[in-house]
């Protein structure tokens, strides 16, 4: 889907990232928090997907 990714970490529990495909139009930014207790993760995702169309996504892990 992409080609290039840029991460930035925000502080000590959020990462932000960047994805795109040079002469796409794939684009999106993810936003990844850890809780604080350390047990859930939440990426949430906003872009356009390769045809152009707005999307957005959330992804939530927890520990086992």
Known sequence: MWDR???KQVN???VTEERLKPGGKYHSTVHTVVS???KTMTANTKG???N???FTARAVFERQ
């Open 12 to 14: 000590a529990d959020t």
């Open 5 to 7: 990714t840029a991460l």
């Open 52 to 54: 152009g169309k707005a």
């Open 48 to 50: 356009t997907d390769a």
């Open 36 to 38: 604080k207790d350390g």
